[in-house]
């Protein structure tokens, strides 16, 4: 039974691995409950009872969160980074900064894939932080770290990360009034992406096309900025362009939302 099929039965399926299994000393069980516990947080959401999640992460935290057992990395990554998000959900970010600081300690030196992406979205997220508190320069160290991290040949999900982060550099350069890194930013997106078929990224290319003509009708010409402007209506235009991959209708958030592994 799935937590889409039938959360209800589902919830009780994991709490019942998690009663009978916890005091396991198996690393194979102690890998399946740990497990389970992030799926008993999964399925609450499902039955509309998020507000429990919190609890199960940091008890998988506190369970498994000394354990050696590469294994358990995983888990106890993704239960630091979703007990974070929530801490930054309700603007806790004093209670949220030491578990991303705990995940980036363990994880970021790991080649595993999916610890990869936690790394990067703790990244990110540190830098979400330093916004949402007005505080745009402290932003820029975890951002250009996000982008280092997930590298130039990265896999999609990594790319899309990468992405998001420089066109929030480029946001936290106008807010401090660094209109040349902020364009550079912004071009630095566009020589990255620029090709990317993947719709999301074709949604950043063309956002970082927008603020680009925006920065350069400030601050460069208007020939720049046409230019640009006219880049973004060309990919718009396009017959290979999704629905999603024109200009945007509004401004796009200053702190990135998809987050969630």
């Not at 039938?6 to 916890?22: F, I, M, N, S, V």
């Not at 932003?139 to 990594?158: I, K, M, R, S, Y």
């Amino acid at each position: 039974c799935t937590p889409q099929g039938c959360p209800a039965e589902a919830l009780a399926h994991y709490t019942a691995l998690d009663q009978r299994y916890h005091a396991d000393a198996e690393p194979a069980q102690r890998l399946r409950v740990a497990q389970a516990l992030l799926a008993q947080a999964q399925t609450l959401a499902t039955l509309g009872r998020s507000r429990e999640q919190p609890a199960l992460y940091a008890l998988a935290i506190a369970r498994y969160g000394h354990d050696p057992a590469p294994a358990l990395r995983e888990p106890v990554a993704t239960a630091l980074f979703q007990l974070a998000l929530h801490h930054h959900q309700q603007a806790q970010h004093a209670q949220a900064a030491p578990l991303l600081q705990q995940l980036l300690q363990r994880c970021r030196a790991d080649p595993s894939p999916a610890l990869r992406v936690l790394t990067a979205r703790a990244l990110l997220l540190q830098a979400a932080s330093c916004i949402d508190q007005s505080h745009p320069a402290d932003a820029l160290a975890p951002l250009e770290a996000a982008v280092q991290h997930c590298g130039p040949d990265a896999a999609l999900t990594l790319r899309e990360i990468a992405a998001q982060a420089l066109l929030l550099q480029g946001r936290c350069h106008a807010q401090l009034q660094q209109p040349e890194a902020e364009m550079a930013a912004y071009q630095r997106l566009l020589d990255r992406h620029a090709q990317d078929p993947c719709p999301a990224l074709a949604l950043l290319v063309a956002q970082a096309l927008l603020y680009l003509a925006m920065a350069q009708a400030r601050h460069v010409g208007a020939p720049q900025a046409v230019a640009s402007l006219q880049q973004l209506l060309q990919r718009a235009a396009s017959p290979a362009a999704d629905a999603h991959t024109g200009p945007p209708t509004s401004d796009p958030p200053d702190t990135p939302t998809d987050l969630a592994p």
